[in-house]
């Protein structure tokens, strides 16, 4: 039973993973089930009833968030070619489809984007790819390694996790400031609360960029610290990297205790391996998840 079902959500990720890779052509029924390998007169209730959004509010969904990506990091590119590419025949429809999901118009957006209505808007993104698919891990999946210490400069997230898009649109205007590329200088988040704390305002998290360059002491953004050495069991995360709250439960829940181990005095953290979407899709993104041990 546990083996069909792998089969079955592996067919439904390679659904998901094609439309990420292909959100320019034409996402139909056909070519989707056929991906599948189900039937196309079914196929359509299989994917509803498995992500809880029909095929064409996904696929909707899904470009109209690689819409907003690029009108928040690329100053340059028009909104009529964001349109298109996002499949409206016209800037005016993308606007009063844009406006009605996020409230603002691209043009406010993108001078001033308002982050808490945007994690609303595609929490059912995340829905159906995290909570609806979860991976099962296993112990083949964790090894453990003996890391270095990491000299970083520090953006601190202190306070409700619905405004976490701002602090990450500082952290990336600052490490380009700086000249810190993602290809040349590795990307760390350090998870110093659970990712949903009973009150909303405990939230906390270190947005880190890894330099050993002295930072001012009266940088308003950054400040300079080490992710300390040491060894670590590491997991790798695909797919669904903004939600790292599964890798994490297995390996406390599971992994942990059942490895003999001791957790070492410093937070769960992660390296991710990407440059920063839309730049990268989605699937292509990949994450390391350090749980530091004794």
């Known amino acids: ?19 990420d890779r292909h959100l320019d052509d034409d996402l139909d029924l056909d070519a989707l089930s056929a991906i599948a390998a189900f039937s196309k007169f079914h196929f359509h209730r299989q994917f ?28 340059g590119e028009s909104v ?18 844009f406006r009605q999901r996020l409230g603002q118009s691209p043009s406010s957006f993108r001078k001033s984007p308002d982050w808490a209505p945007w994690l609303a ?19 083949d999946d964790v090894t453990i390694r003996d890391v270095p210490p990491t000299p970083v400069a520090i953006l ?22 700086a000249g810190l590329s993602p290809e040349t200088s590795p990307t760390f988040n350090i998870f110093r609360s659970p990712r949903t704390p009973a009150n909303p305002a405990d939230y906390s998290m270190d947005l880190c960029v890894g330099t050993d360059r002295p930072i001012d002491a ?5 400040k300079s610290g080490v992710i300390p050495g040491g060894r670590c069991a590491v997991i790798r995360v ?12 297995y390996l406390y829940r599971d992994w942990l205790p059942a490895s003999g181990e001791e957790a070492r005095d410093f937070p769960i953290y992660c390296q991710r391996h990407f440059s920063f979407f839309p730049d990268v899709p989605v699937h292509e993104v990949v994450v390391e998840l350090f749980l530091p041990l004794k």
């Open 48 to 75: 509803s009833a498995t992500f809880g959004l029909s095929v064409h509010r996904y696929v909707q969904l899904a470009r109209l968030k690689r819409a907003s990506h690029r009108l928040a990091a690329n100053a």
């Open 121 to 139: 808007a595609f929490g059912p993104l995340e829905n159906a790819r995290s909570k609806l698919m979860q991976i099962i891990y296993e112990e």
């Open 218 to 222: 009266d940088d308003e953004v950054m």
């Open 156 to 177: 601190e997230h202190r306070g409700d996790r619905a405004n976490l898009r701002a602090s990450i649109e500082r952290f990336i205007a600052w490490r380009k400031a």
């Open 1 to 19: 039973m546990k083996a069909a079902l792998r089969n079955y959500h592996a067919r439904m990720q390679r659904v998901l993973d094609y439309i």
């Open 80 to 97: 009529t070619d964001i349109a298109m590419d996002a499949g409206y025949g016209a800037p005016d429809a993308f606007a009063r489809a």
């Open 238 to 249: 695909v797919n669904d990297t903004h939600n790292l709250e599964p890798a994490a439960l």
